[in-house]
């Protein structure tokens, strides 16, 4: 069968492997037909040859970890034949730690998990693959146009499930807040909290592209200003861009009693002069949180599925700018233009 695949570390090694062998039994009880996998950084990082590691003994890598697929068998009865399903992208690590211990895998402490399409385990840009029950998230059939939307929104799940948590530490009741970047994390992001009733602002640089109409079509507010100039304080932020200076800014503004969490993946090696005294001081006085977020839980998962059937279709739809078939395989992953989310489609 055809499968997208790289060699880690080798630069420009992108390609479309025509007799890749079918997945084996030990990959899990539940056979797979592919339908869609969604492109994002961390792909272009492992195309680049920053990032990506083969599963033991293996050279080459299968590339994807934002999957769709339609079930083909499952023994288990977990789900029926023609079910849609994604597989979870982290595994927990072989220690455990006490967190993969107890399946928490998103919280790993030894960095020693393995993630489909990523590190060390083989990604789900092929024709077919396996996944045991427990890493097999089940969706409405209905969902098929924009499923491969899961794994992103398990992300931003995760990121309010424990926004929520922090919240709860004291009465909270939160009103407004910001999302800095409007890729699709932050536009995901703001969807999420849209359906949480909250007043949803979203700063992005861009003033073109399909970007401000895909913020007002939630019924939140655009902003193209610095965050500094915005005329409020936030409750909530959640940082999607990774960006040093947006990061401290958005830290320095969220209000009392505010919750930052952060998302983005900065690439380090830039210094910034700033006063880290005053924002120590801030963050103390007004009983601040600052907050990482990375990957999610099963538990987040199911929370994203839920999410995603709740949504509008249409809008879910418009995060999709370009569908590419598999046997332009190369064209999916070229970057540049107004693209929000790419995915590769693999013909029935
Ligand atoms: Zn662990």
């Not at 034949?81 to 455990?96: C, F, K, Q, S």
């Not at 491969?148 to 926004?163: F, M, R």
């Not at 990061?247 to 910034?272: E, H, N, Q």
């Amino acid at each position: 069968m055809r499968a997208v695949t790289v060699t880690p570390g080798v630069a420009d090694s992108l390609q479309l492997t025509e007799d890749w062998p079918e997945p084996a039994a030990e990959e899990g009880a539940i056979l797979v037909q592919a339908l869609a996998v969604g492109i994002c950084g961390t792909d272009q990082e492992i195309i680049a040859g920053h990032y990506g590691e083969a599963p033991p003994g293996q050279e080459r890598l299968v590339l994807g970890h934002e999957s769709l697929g339609r079930v083909l068998e499952d023994p288990t009865g977990t789900l029926q034949p023609g079910d849609l399903v994604a597989g979870v992208v982290r595994h927990p690590d072989p220690v455990p730690c006490r967190n993969c211990a107890v399946d928490q895998w998103d919280m790993c402490r030894n960095g020693r998990y393995t993630e489909h399409g990523i590190k060390g385990l083989p990604g789900f840009a092929r024709e077919r693959w396996r996944v045991q029950p427990k890493f097999a998230v089940g969706m409405d059939r209905a969902l098929a146009p924009v499923g491969v939307l899961l794994e992103p929104t398990s992300v931003v799940a995760k990121a309010w499930d424990h926004i929520e948590r922090i919240g709860r530490r004291a009465e909270w009741k939160p009103e407004s807040v910001l999302v800095t970047g409007a890729g699709p994390i932050g536009l995901l992001a703001a969807l999420l909290a849209t359906q949480r009733g909250l007043s949803v602002h979203v700063l992005d640089r861009n003033t073109t592209g399909p970007k401000p109409e895909l913020v007002r079509a939630l019924g939140a507010t655009y902003h193209t200003t610095t965050v500094d100039e915005l005329d409020f304080e936030p409750d909530v932020v959640v940082e999607c861009t990774g960006a040093p200076v947006v990061v401290i800014a958005a830290m320095c503004k969220v209000g009392p009693t505010g919750i930052v969490c952060l998302t983005g993946v900065s690439s380090g090696g830039r210094s910034l002069d700033f006063d880290a005294g005053a924002l120590n001081r801030a963050l103390v006085l007004e009983n601040n949180v600052v907050f990482g977020s990375v990957n999610a839980g099963r538990r987040h998962w199911d929370l994203a599925a839920a999410a995603l059937t709740q949504a509008d279709q249409a809008w879910l739809d418009s995060l999709i700018t370009r569908r590419v078939p598999l046997s332009s395989y190369a064209e999916a992953y070229s970057t540049g233009g107004e693209d929000i989310k790419v995915v590769l489609e693999f013909e029935p």
